[in-house]
T-cell receptor, first 115, second 116 residues
Framework: EAGVTQFPSHSVIEKGQTVTLRCDPI?????LYWYRRVMGKEIKFLLH????????ESGMPNNRFLAERTGGTYSTLKVQPAELEDSGVYFC?????????????FGNGTRLTVT | AQSVTQLGSHVSVSEGALVLLRCNYS??????LFWYVQYPNQGLQLLLK??????LVKGINGFEAEFKKSETSFHLTKPSAHMSDAAEYFC??????????????FGKGTHLIIQP
């Protein structure tokens, strides 16, 4: 089966610009998660979709971040306007079920650099 | 709330030597614990997980970890390091039990360096 796909793999933008990251989960996986790793820090949870609904968005940093999952398939994460502190690696993960008994499958991440 | 502490951002061992990566957790509910590995330019891959069954958990590539509730630890070990084990390793915890949030809380990661 195809894994979790993230696009682009790298993005370099200027402060104030807009960037949209895309994640294609494994087909049939209802659960989709976004995580972020800022340089030198932990990987932090951003939000969780179950199908097209946001189950938990407690990790979203602020209202400059907007995540969508139209139709319950792929997801996008938009940052508008981007700030320097948004630089980091953004990971997407998907799973069939929830909790510890349903393993997360991670994409390779999108490395975002804001200059 | 949960938290994870990984002791040592870099651990260096000789090829063939014992690998020990330390992880201590804090959780207000019974935890589920995980070790993930990330090879360069790749996503995170699950090595093993503890889900309240056996306290000694065996994973892929010869790794294992032991859950010790009294020490709130979940250290990762491998008897004999191989060059291909060089990667970054992450310990993670969730307290999900069927309701509410189930996002993982990660440690800062440990780079494992294998000396020839």
């Amino acid at each position: 089966e195809a894994g979790v796909t993230q696009f682009p793999s790298h993005s370099v933008i200027e402060k104030g610009q807009t960037v949209t990251l895309r994640c294609d989960p494994i087909s049939g996986h209802d659960n989709l998660y976004w995580y972020r790793r800022v340089m030198g820090k932990e990987i932090k949870f951003l939000l969780h979709f179950v199908k097209e609904s946001k189950q938990d968005e407690s990790g979203m940093p602020n209202n400059r971040f907007l995540a969508e999952r139209t139709g319950g398939t792929y997801s996008t994460l938009k940052v508008q306007p981007a700030e320097l502190e948004d630089s980091g690696v953004y990971f997407c993960a998907s799973s069939q079920g929830r909790g510890a008994y349903s393993p997360l499958h991670f994409g390779n991440g999108t490395r975002l650099t804001v200059t | 709330a949960q938290s994870v502490t990984q002791l040592g951002s870099h651990v260096s061992v000789s090829e063939g030597a014992l690998v020990l990566l330390r992880c201590n957790y804090s959780s207000s509910v019974p935890p589920y614990l995980f070790w993930y590995v990330q090879y360069p330019n790749q996503g995170l891959q699950l090595l093993l997980k503890y889900t309240s069954a056996a306290t000694l958990v065996k994973g892929i590539n010869g790794f294992e970890a032991e859950f010790k509730k009294s020490e709130t630890s979940f250290h990762l070990t491998k008897p004999s390091a191989h060059m291909s084990d060089a990667a970054e390793y992450f310990c993670a915890v969730t307290g999900y039990s069927g309701g509410g949030a189930d996002g993982l809380t990660f440690g800062k990661g440990t780079h494992l360096i294998i000396q020839p």
